[in-house]
Every structure is written in structure tokens, then in C-alpha cells.
């Protein structure tokens, strides 16, 4: 958490971290520092643009953007059917205008499909948990970094991509072990005690092979199993032909190394597994996501003080996303094929029930097909870039050209998809508004307004105000007036859910309390002995599952779908490159400071056998091909990625040029970390 330092009425000149947050605890990342250094830059969205017939993106009014808006979406609802009209939203908005729009397109405009961003980060973990408990509920609290004795991170560089978290593993007092499971010997690889540098999509074998072998040796919890899970007999009779021995080979890993790393766990006495994006995002990563699950389950580490199976979160409000988009559930965690749901919500938000769809929307991956065979017309594009992070972006670029009406809505107006669009609406941003965002321990914590948007841009509320009005269903949305106005209907939706946020006595407890993390319900709240800072799920072992249990999933292993051959004898691995770059860049390239702190060349690591092959030294040009693309690229030569991998950071926009459209079956998140290709000197 920030706070403004001398700062006039909207106008802040700096920003300090705030020593008594219980997330940061006064410690900031460059990024966070340079939070309002990017808000100035001169590519922001001033005004409303609409392309015009020569081609160009002109200004126009606001009065102009909302009415085109609403003419041009109602023309292609009428031609082609409401369905025709989809969106893709993001986890970078606050949960009121997140739950705002989702409730204006599906209940208000009649849109069908709809998705967002979170789909490319955390909806892994989103069908692992629901899977796996009966809901999508990560049970830790940041203390748990400090209070574990064994931490454990799966595909995941806390020391890049989540530095405050880091500083709190290195808070921790116990001497803890500190596993990691990663293809490359990444900063967070090097500042563990065990580094497992399996191969890549070897996961589910090796966490397999710890499973098996925490059961020969005797490491389990049976009366936390017997208790609180279903399944053990299965997963055991499952696990039993993964032993160390058998999977070594494919994993690259010792078999004495997997016996000590599932030694680690099993005698901890409180062990926490974490998992990100080397997981999330992966063909079967839905099922490494349970295997890891499942680990924590038969360990009993649940409930206490440093224990979990943990996946952080990506985005800053991802989980707001997961909780309040309206897209794949209803509103609020509610299933769309419901009747009571449907029902319920509609007499909480005062709206007619057959306003809401009795089916959830398309994944993104079927709105980009449905774009492709015609079925999508019209595009809404609201906080993310998808022509630079989508999977293959190069074919995704090519199907932008086929709608018959973009719009875009960012900060920036210069993004690789604001370039595309008909219509670019400009939005405030972090800073320059008010609403909640929930971290990855479930917290909501209060975004302030410390400055005014420039131009004309508006708040992301207020342009879904607005278009409701043009749109002609304003008395739909009459108590949506305002960021807390949709805070009190969220508490209402919530009430005696898992996600349950009653008790919380409005922004202002958010922001004295220094955040609150579901559930906190009413009754909670009337308790006087009730903990408000740190606060972890499953201490009384009980799931959401109706009969209170925790599934134990396991399944076969998939093979890798385009794995290295003659012709493409590498495996391309991508992901966080700096601390200092963020995503597209539209926002951290705005920062001369951080500008500095990061190579402006997209950049390739290969292994220093591999460059050799190759004839070329650090800082030669490389060529980089894919079955779907090539780049050229610098070389850095480093031992930190294994001979036969490349890894390419995702901050450059040619990264999915290369990538292979491939997903998780059951969360259709993008595989963008396993392609094959092949290197050449330039
Ligand atoms: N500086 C910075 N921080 C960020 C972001 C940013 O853009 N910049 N983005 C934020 C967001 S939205 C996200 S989602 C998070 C992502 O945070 P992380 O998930 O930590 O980041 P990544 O680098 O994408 O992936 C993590 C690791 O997965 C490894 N990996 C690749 N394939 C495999 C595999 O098959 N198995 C295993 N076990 N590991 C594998 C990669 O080598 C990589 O080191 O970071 C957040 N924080
Ligand atoms: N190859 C490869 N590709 C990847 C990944 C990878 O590891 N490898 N990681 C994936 C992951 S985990 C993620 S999360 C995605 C991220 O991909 P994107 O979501 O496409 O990337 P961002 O740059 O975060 O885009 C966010 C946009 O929202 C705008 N914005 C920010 N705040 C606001 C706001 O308040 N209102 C409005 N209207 N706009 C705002 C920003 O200006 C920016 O243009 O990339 C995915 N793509
Ligand atoms: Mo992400």
C-alpha cells in the first residue's frame, strides 16, 4: 500500500510505501516507485478516437465515441444476433467495474461471450481449486512465507515477479528448505537449497514420483486424509508406477534428489507449496496444479501457520476478475446454469431474471475462434493487450482485421491493439481512481484516487455509467452510481458464500484496517475476539464439497504436443525477464528510470554449449523460427537455461510470434511455455 506524499488536489509528486501494510510492510518494487512517473507519459489516451473513413484515427467527442459505440454494436446485434457482440476484459481493473461491466454486457446489452486476461494467467488455478475443494479459494495469508519450515515453488521466480513476497520468504526465521522446481536456474533457483531443474512439462512425473514415494515412506497423515479427503486409495494405486527410479530419466532429475525433496516435505513440520505461471500455464496444468494439491492434502498441511497449496496471483486484481467479471460464472461466484443462481442474483441486484444468460460465456480461446468463423462481429477490448499477449499473436492479428467494429479501451492509445481499433475509448488509471482491488491471499484493499486523469479520459466506471445511459438501460443500473454504491451490491451478492464480505463496515474499515480478506462475514465481524489481519482458510479441515471433503484428482500424463525434433531442435520457454518491465510495456516503457534498468532489444538466453554450436558470442544477433514465425533477437549466452532451451522474456511483442496455440483442457489457459524452434546467426 501507497501513500501520496505532498500532494496539492490532484496532484501527487511521489509515492512512499506504507510500513504498517500488512502486505508490504513498507517495502516497495521499482515498478511501484515509478507508479506515477508512467501516468504522465505522453502516449496516455487524452480523448476518444474514431477511425474515419481514409483510414486514420481521429479525435472526437465523447458524445460522438458513446453514440457510435451504441450504433455500431446494436447494428451488428440486430443483423447477426446479440451474440455476435463479445468481450475480453482484464484483471487490471477494480472489482467494481469489473463486476460493472460484466453486468452491463451480459444483463444490460445482451452480450453472451465474454472473457479476460485472467484466462492467460490464473484460470489453471481456478479449475484446480474448484476442482479439487468446491470452490476456487486459495487458503493462505503472506505470513505463511514467514511461518513455514519447507517452501516449496513450482514454476514459479518469486525473486522477478513477486519481490515483496520474496522479501517475506527472506523474513523468515526458521532456516527454512526452499525447493524449486524450474527447466532454468533462475534468481529465485539460486537462492533455494534444492533446485530441481527438471525438464520442461516433466512436472506431473516428478510430483508424482514425491507423492509416491511420501507413501513407501511412510510420511503421511492419515488421519487428515481419513478425515478431510476423498480419493487416497486411487491416487496411491495411481502414483505407484511413478517411483524416483522410474521417472528420473524423463525428468532429468537424480533419483536421490527427488527422495529428498519429498523427504523435505513430508517431515516438515509445516510445509507450503507455491505455484505460478511455470504451472498455470501448461497443457496439463490443471492436473499439476491438483498434484500439488494433493501433496499438501496427504501431508496435512492445511489450516495451520505456514502450511498450503498455494497459487499467488499474477495480476493485481486477478482474483477480482475470478470473483466479479461475469463471464465464466455469474456474478459473484454463481453458476449461470442455475435457476435458484439466476434467480437469487436477479432479486439482489432488482433485475429482471430473464435478463441473465442461462449459460456462462466462451473461454477466449473460443471468442478468437469465433472471430475466426465469423460468429463475432464486434469486439469490446477493455484493459489488456491481446495483439501482443495473445498466444500467436500473429494469427490473432490477422483476425482483429476481420471484425466489422473494435474498441478498445486503455490508458494508452498506442498499444498494439489501440492501433487496430475503430474506436479507442481513454480510460484512467491505478492512481486516478477509486475501488477495490484482492490480492492473491483473498485481500480487498482500497485503490485511492491521488490525481486526475488527463485529457478527457475517464474512469472505467464511468464510461460503463455512460454507456449504459446511451445504451438505453440506465434504470437497469440506477443504484450502480458510484464505486462503493457496487461495493454494498457486491457484500449483498456475497452473503453466506464461501466468498462472504458482509462484515466488512465499507471503504473506510478497508482502508483503516489495511485490507480484509474474504471470507468475513457479518457474524465474524460481531465477534470481538474475530482476527482481522492474517487469516487462512481450512483450519477446521472442512471443503466446500458438499460432504466437506477435499478431492484427491490424479490422470495420465499428456505428451508434449510439439516437442523438439531435427528440424526444431529447441524448446522455446518464456516468461518474466526483468523486475523492472511489466507485461506489454505499455505502462513501464513510459518510465525513463525503469527504461534504463532493462535491455530495449529483445533479447534470447542460450546455453553457452548451444552458442558455441552456433559460432556466436553473448551480444551476436540471433535468428529465432517457429513453425509460425521467426524474430531476430540477441543472444545472451548464459548457463542459467539448460543446452536445448531458448527462454525469450514476454515483454517483447515478438515472443508470441513463435508460441503455438495450445491449451489446458479444463481451464483452456494458453500453454505459452513449450514450442519448438530453431536458432540461427544472423
Ligand atoms: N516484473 C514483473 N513482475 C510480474 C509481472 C511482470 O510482467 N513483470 N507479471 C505478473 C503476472 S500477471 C504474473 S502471471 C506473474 C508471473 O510470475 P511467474 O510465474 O513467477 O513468472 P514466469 O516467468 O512467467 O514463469 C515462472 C517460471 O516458470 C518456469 N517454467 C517454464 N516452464 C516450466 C515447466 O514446465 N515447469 C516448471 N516447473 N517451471 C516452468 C520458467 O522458467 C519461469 O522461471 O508475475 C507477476 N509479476
Ligand atoms: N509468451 C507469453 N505470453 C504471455 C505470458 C507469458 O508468460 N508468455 N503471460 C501471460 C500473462 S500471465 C498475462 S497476465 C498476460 C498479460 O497481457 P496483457 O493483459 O495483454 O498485458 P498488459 O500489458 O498488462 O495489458 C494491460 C493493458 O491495460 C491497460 N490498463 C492498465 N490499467 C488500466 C485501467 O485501469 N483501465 C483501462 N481501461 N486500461 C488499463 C494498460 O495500459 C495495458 O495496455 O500476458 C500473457 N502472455
Ligand atoms: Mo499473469
Redesign the pocket.
Known sequence: MWTPVACSRWRSVGLTPETSYPVNLGMACPKGWEALEVLNSEKRAHYPLLRQADGTQQRVSWDTALTTFTERFKSIQAKHGNAAVAFVS????VSEEMAFLGALAKFGMGVQHGDG??R??MATAVSAYKESFGFDAPPYTYDDFEQSDCLVFVGANPCIGHPIMWERVLRNQKSPEIIVLDPRRTETAMASTQHLQLNPKSDLALLYAITQHLIAANLIDYDFVNAHTEGFEELAAHVSAFTPEAVSQQCGIPVLDIRRAAESIGRASAASLWWT?GVN?SYEGTRVAQAIINIALITGNFGRPGTGANSIT??CN?MGSRLWSNTTNLLGHFKFESADDRQHVAETLGIDVDRIPNEGSWAYDEIVEGIRNGEIKGLWV?????A????NRGDFRELLGKLDFLVV????DQ?D?AKHADLVLP????GE?VGTFINSERRYGLVKKVRRAPGEALA?FQIFRAIAAYWGVGDVFAEWTDPEAVFRIMQRLSRNRPNDISGIDGYQQLDASGGIQWPFSEAESQQEDAPVQQRRLFSDGRFYHENGKARLIVDQITPMPEPPDVDYPHLLL???GTVSQ??????TENSKVLRKLYPQQPYAEIHPRDAAKLDVINGDRIRVRSRRGEVEVTAMVTPTVRSGHVFIP?HYRI??EL?LSHFDPHSHQ?S??DCAVCLEKV
Open positions: 482484464t484483471g487490471q481493473i486476461n485472467t492467460q494467467c505461471m500455464q499474477g495480476q486477478a477493455i484493459a489488456t493487450n491481446p501482443h499477449s495473445w498466444i479501451q486503455d490508458m494508452y498499444t491493439t480510460a484512467a488509471g491505478w481512481k472505467d518464456t516468461g518474466r511489466w507485461h506489454t510495456q505499455t505502462r514476454m515472443v508470441n508460441t494458453p505459452y511455455k
